[in-house]
């Protein structure tokens, strides 16, 4: 079983800069993506942000140019670097992995293990 522990996540002003970390755990695959996602009461879950393990990103629309997906030199680890942050950031954000390491999965039911999910909360 892998298991996924996100941190970072806190209360920031709107312009500000939060860093999300996901640390993966249990057993390991050889290649896989690792996706980020977030949820607000009012929303689906939407997609964020996804690293293929060979080094291949992709981004949402609105997060592009604000946020940076890569992995920390620290081991199964994958951080989300969150910039100019406006108050619509503000959910609770999720890290997965996917099995597929073929593409950039945007899609929830691409990704087979989730994280417990962190709060992210922008204030204007």
């Known amino acids: 079983q892998l298991r996924l522990v996100e941190s970072g996540g806190g209360l920031v002003q709107a312009g500000g800069s939060l860093r999300l970390s996901c640390v993966a755990s249990?057993?390991?695959?050889?290649?896989?993506?690792m996706g980020w996602f977030r949820q607000t009461p009012e929303k689906e879950r939407e997609f964020v942000a996804v690293?293929?393990?060979?080094?291949?990103?992709d981004y949402a629309d609105s997060v592009k140019g604000r946020f940076t997906i890569s992995r920390d030199s620290a081991v199964n680890t994958v951080s989300l670097q969150m910039s100019t942050l406006k108050p619509e950031d503000t959910a609770v954000y999720y890290c997965?992995?996917?099995?597929?390491?073929?593409?950039?999965?945007?899609?929830?039911?691409?990704?087979?293990?989730w994280g417990q999910g962190i709060q992210v909360t922008v204030s204007s």
């Open positions: 690293r293929r393990w060979n080094g291949g990103t």
């Open positions: 997965a992995v996917s099995r597929d390491g073929s593409g950039l999965p945007r899609q929830l039911n691409r990704y087979e293990y």
């Open positions: 249990g057993r390991t695959f050889r290649t896989y993506s």
